[in-house]
């Protein structure tokens, strides 16, 4: 049973960096058939994308996040990341990596719990 | 504002139906391609409900399905039940962006 876990900071300030880590346990970063994504939910709001990343390193992203959004994969580790610079308030949401199956589904298979983000001075 | 429409809310009782569209706020939907939908109790993890407008990934129960007509995509709860009460996404891409609804929840009388 493929798993993932968000873990980073709860509490970061206005300005600052979110840095965030999804661990993958049960099946590997590294095959073909998949794209790694990050999607949030703020407060009262719906989902929203923020991007995906395959295992080689090749990124898309959200068009309204693009300019303050990095997101990085470490096969060694199982692991991808996202960072999103100069947060404000407006950033404040669950924050989930998900699994986008691109072979034959191509829809998010597995998702991670989220964790929560809050921005606040 | 996204790209893809849902209604807010629907609600009906135990063992009725409900529907839940999702409609391109502007242009042709065939410019997104393959429609997913979601179910997320809130404080747990989304679970795919349905892939590529109809289809279903094993384990989801058949009363789940998905349809589409015109410039809608749909689900449809068939024999509503006391679980089936959270909110349900739908989803779709054009070119390498993806694209989510709003939102609807759902509410079970």
């Known amino acids: 049973q493929l798993l993932l876990q968000e873990s980073g900071p709860g509490l970061l300030k206005p300005s600052e960096t979110l840095s965030l880590t999804c661990s993958v346990s049960?099946?590997?970063?590294?095959?073909?058939?998949?794209?790694w994504a990050w999607i949030r939910q703020s407060p009262g709001e719906g989902l929203e994308w923020i991007g995906n990343?395959?295992?080689?390193?090749?990124?898309y992203y959200n068009p309204s996040l693009k300019s303050r959004v990095t997101i990085s994969v470490d096969t060694s580790k199982n692991q991808f990341s996202l960072k999103l610079s100069s947060v404000t308030a407006g950033d404040t949401a669950i924050y989930f990596c998900?699994?986008?199956?691109?072979?034959?589904?191509?829809?998010?298979?597995?998702w991670g719990q989220g964790t929560l983000v809050t921005v606040s001075a | 504002q996204s790209a893809l429409t849902q209604p807010r809310s629907v609600s009906g009782s135990p063992g009725q139906s409900v529907t839940i569209s999702c409609t391109r706020s502007?242009?042709?939907?065939?410019?997104?391609?393959?429609v997913s939908w979601y179910q997320h109790h809130p404080g747990k993890a989304p679970k795919l409900l349905i892939f590529?407008?109809?289809e279903r990934p094993s384990g989801v129960p058949h009363r789940f399905s998905g349809s589409m007509s015109g410039n809608a995509a749909s689900l449809t709860i068939s024999g509503l039940q006391a679980e089936d009460e959270a909110d349900y996404y739908c989803?779709?891409?054009?070119?390498?962006?993806?694209?989510f609804g709003g939102g609807t929840k759902v509410t079970v009388l």
């Open positions: 998900a699994r986008r199956e691109m072979a034959a589904m191509v829809a998010f298979d597995y």
């Open positions: 049960g099946g590997s970063i590294s095959s073909s058939s998949y794209y």
């Open positions: 990343i395959y295992y080689s390193g090749i990124t």
């Open positions: 502007s242009g042709d939907v065939a410019d997104y391609h393959f």
């Open positions: 590529d407008v109809r």
């Open positions: 989803s779709s891409y054009a070119g390498t962006i993806v694209f």
